[in-house]
């Protein structure tokens, strides 16, 4: 079954450090979210891509975070400087269009800690 | 804007029926969605209600009242294994930039005991 993949799993960093994570959508998924999850919480949209557009980015820190997606598929998210409030679950989720558009798949995420 | 209630936390035993439940305030509704996720794992999609009235998957159903804003999730046969966060979470009208959203709640931890 396809997954998406997601990596690195775990990222320790120093604060005011640069910081990045990669997402790989499941094959054919159109649209890629970014989402961080604080723990005990739900997650929150952090930008949504629509091929290699941004559709949302209205909750993207833009002072410090960046999002890319440049030929449509796999995506990158970057934080610079981070910040020690940045320390959370960042996950990737992609979703086909069409009939069954709203079922997000989501990767395993990158647990950030910064120190 | 958006938001979601639903209980922080449940405790049922094995084999018994739990309902969590779920209400919502939000503009241009399109539908609720469950999601669950055990510790340390990644969310992943139970369910789907757009129109009123209960969704049934295996163990699992789904319920939506459009009219009263509010959704619940039932689960069955309760299995140790169901012991895991359970978020709802509400698909509507993005408010710039067109199409649509999910804005999830802040989930309900189910827990399954002996």
């Known amino acids: 079954e396809a997954e998406v993949a997601q990596s690195p799993r775990y990222k320790i960093t120093e604060k005011s450090q640069a910081v990045a994570f990669w997402c790989d959508p499941i094959?054919?998924?159109?649209?890629l979210y970014w989402y961080r999850q604080i723990l005990g919480q739900g997650p929150e949209l952090l930008v949504q891509?629509?091929?290699?557009?941004?559709?949302?980015d209205s909750q993207l820190p833009k002072d410090r975070f960046s999002a890319e997606r440049l030929k449509g598929v796999d995506s990158t998210l970057k934080i610079q400087p981070a910040e020690l409030g940045d320390s959370a679950m960042y996950l990737c989720?992609?979703?086909?269009?069409?009939?069954?558009?709203?079922?997000?798949?989501f990767g395993p995420g990158t647990r950030l800690t910064v120190t | 804007g958006q938001s979601l209630e639903q209980p922080s936390e449940v405790t049922a035993v094995e084999g018994a029926i739990v309902q969590i439940n779920c209400t919502y305030q939000?503009?241009?509704?399109?539908?609720l969605s469950w999601y669950q996720q055990h510790d340390g794992g990644a969310p992943t999609f139970l369910s789907y209600?757009?129109?009123?009235g209960l969704e049934e998957t295996g163990r699992f159903s789904s319920f939506l009242s459009r009219s009263d804003s509010y959704g619940y999730l039932l689960l069955q046969e309760l299995q140790m294994k169901d012991s895991a966060s359970y978020f709802c979470?509400?698909?509507?009208?993005?408010?710039?930039?067109?199409?649509?959203?999910?804005?999830f709640g802040t989930g309900t931890q189910l827990k399954v005991e002996l």
């Open positions: 979470a509400v698909r509507d009208r993005r408010l710039t930039g067109g199409g649509n959203k999910l804005t």
């Open positions: 989720a992609s979703s086909q269009m069409g009939v069954r558009g709203y079922e997000q798949y």
């Open positions: 939000t503009s241009g509704f399109y539908g």
């Open positions: 209600n757009a129109l009123d």
């Open positions: 891509f629509q091929d290699e557009s941004v559709v949302d």
């Open positions: 094959s054919g998924h159109a649209t």
